[in-house]
């Protein structure tokens, strides 16, 4: 099967043209970290009813994880490089990351990915919409089977607005 990229992620087929193949899976609470983790997705400015491209932002992604005795470890967290003219971002996390924790970490539980840094003053407040505030849960996949073998989840677009905004969906707005 190949990877599927739409004109959104075109900067998915440059970062990983030493693509061989990709297939879908779903990850499964209690997944050893034996690969790259990879979290791409866009992040926009929402203006109205217009939605522009937001350079320079950051999302982050934090993961549960457990110990070999399976309780609560540390929480993983990795912060993505920022945007790029198209509001394209992508986070990558390694074994070799969560092997330097205090307690050894034997299993990854969950992840999440939110917004985490807009870059504009007039466009700073992060939105829910799809789930940027409250966290995005990685639940799909593709397996890109390079050098790296990653997993390479895809979420959002998320939104960050000029004005705050009350979610009535989540309590207190979170």
Request: aromatic share 6%; glycine share 6%; proline share 5%.
């Given at each position: 099967m190949a990877l599927q990229c739409s004109f959104l992620f075109i900067p998915c087929m440059l970062l990983l043209s030493s693509l061989v193949a990709a297939g879908a899976a779903t990850i499964t609470?209690?997944?050893?970290?034996?690969s790259m983790i990879g979290v791409q997705g866009l992040i926009y400015c929402k203006q109205g009813s217009k939605l522009t491209p937001l350079q320079g932002a950051v999302a982050r992604v934090t993961c549960e994880t457990a110990d070999e005795y399976g309780y609560e470890g540390e929480d993983v967290t990795v912060l993505s490089q920022a945007t790029d003219a198209k509001g394209y971002f992508l986070a990558t996390l390694s074994p070799s990351e969560v092997k330097g924790l205090k307690k050894k970490v034997?299993?990854?539980?969950?992840?999440?990915?939110?917004?985490?840094?807009?870059?504009?003053?007039?466009?700073?407040?992060?939105?829910?919409?799809?789930?940027?505030?409250?966290?995005?849960?990685l639940q799909?996949?593709?397996?890109?089977?390079n050098k790296l073998k990653m997993k390479l989840f895809t979420v959002g677009p998320f939104v960050f607005s000029p004005e705050e905004t009350q979610d009535k969906s989540i309590p207190n707005g979170y």
């Open positions: 609470d209690g997944e050893l970290l034996s034997i299993k990854i539980k969950e992840c999440r990915a939110f917004l985490e840094l807009s870059p504009a003053d007039t466009c700073s407040y992060p939105t829910e919409i799809n789930r940027g505030i409250s966290g995005a849960i799909t996949y593709r397996l890109i089977e």
